[in-house]
């Protein structure tokens, strides 16, 4: 089922048939529940999509992502909860703190490689949540941070409701994917990847290394900064559990899932997980029985994910036509040209 909609994802105009299907879910949900389920699946897409950056292209495993997607969320609920700011200016300081703590810890972290970079940014999460949950003067503490202000509408559109507030998550996630279409296909994007398949090759492709790669970790962090304050937006209360290492481990499943390195594996892996995640609840604590062998399942037989399996099979059918055939398999080789060389 997964496969067939990675496969969709990839024909021309589907994206804009599930683009429209986005726009009209509201208007099909059962409930308003499935729409709030929906939108956070949204935002936990855009963080996904961060991190997609600085581990599918550029090749650095981030462990603190979850510890930067409680800072954006904690900057809005602080600046509008406590300081009194409305939504929107508080909006854009946790861009800015998200991205200017990006820029430190990527200063320090990526001067270490492989495993030694991942165990450090392991430790800055663990930081991070520890400093939310015990720095009661500043983040409330265990207690959290209540009355976050939503989003205004300027009089034209009440985000306080459900259905508002989906169609402000989905514009924010369209632009986002719409960005790290761009990226990959620009000179950046390139470098990236030219990082991500070797230190030295890139070296003496003239790359300087850690720029770029400080540039992939504040990007990867902006969009984690963007997705926790839509987030507090939405939810409207936050406490140290956002912070909680439990959440970066959950993207990576997300971003595995759905495909590493490519444009709509994280969109695809998110989505799907957080459906079945949801359809699974009233197994209560034993629906991970379920849960754990169907990622186990996944795993094995999709090892590049849903989207990069789908590319492989296609590369793999282009390959195999007969020399006959070669305009046809030119279509099908254009067809995924887009992502095939965002993959490893």
């Not at 090749?59 to 992502?65: F, M, R, S, V, Y």
């Not at 996630?173 to 994007?189: A, D």
């Not at 997705?227 to 959440?247: C, D, K, Q, S, W």
Request: hydrophobic share 55%; net charge positive; charged share 10%.
């Amino acid at each position: 089922m997964l496969f067939k909609l990675g496969s969709l994802l990839m024909k021309p105009g589907a994206k804009m048939a599930l683009l429209a299907f986005a726009l009209v879910f509201p208007f099909l949900a059962a409930n308003e529940y499935q729409v709030y389920v929906m939108a956070s699946a949204f935002v936990w897409a855009i963080a996904v999509y961060g991190l997609n950056i600085i581990t599918g292209y550029c090749g650095q495993l981030n462990l603190a992502h979850g510890g930067f997607f409680a800072i954006g969320a904690y900057t809005l609920g602080l600046l509008t909860a406590d300081a009194g700011w409305s939504f929107w200016p508080a909006f854009v300081a946790a861009l800015v703190m998200t991205a200017v703590l990006g820029f430190f810890v990527g200063i320090v972290s990526l001067r270490l490689k492989e495993h030694y970079f991942a165990i450090f940014t392991l430790c800055v999460g663990f930081i991070i949540y520890l400093l939310i949950d015990k720095w009661e003067e500043l983040t409330h503490g265990p207690i959290g941070v209540r009355d976050i202000a939503a989003p205004s509408g300027f009089g034209l559109v009440d985000f306080t409701e459900t259905t508002p507030f989906y169609y402000l998550v989905l514009a924010f996630l369209v632009f986002s994917i719409w960005f790290m279409g761009r990226l990959s296909r620009s000179l950046l994007g390139r470098t990236f990847i030219a990082i991500r398949n070797g230190d030295e090759l890139a070296q003496s492709l003239g790359i300087n290394l850690m720029r770029n790669k400080v540039l992939a970790f504040v990007l990867s962090t902006t969009y984690a900064g963007l997705a926790g304050a839509l987030y507090a937006g939405m939810v409207r209360f936050i406490g140290p559990e956002e912070a909680n290492i439990n959440h970066t481990f959950d993207m990576i499943t997300y971003l595995l899932v759905g495909g590493i390195g490519t444009l709509t594996g994280p969109l695809l892996g998110t989505v799907g997980i957080v459906w079945i995640t949801q359809s699974l609840q009233f197994l209560e604590e034993y629906r991970m029985i379920i849960f754990g062998p169907l990622l186990v399942i996944l795993v094995i037989f999709f090892p590049r994910g849903i989207t990069g399996q789908f590319l492989t099979w296609m590369h793999h059918k282009a390959q195999s036509l007969a020399p006959g055939k070669k305009q046809k398999a030119s279509k099908v080789q254009t067809a995924s040209a887009r992502e095939a060389e965002n993959n490893a």
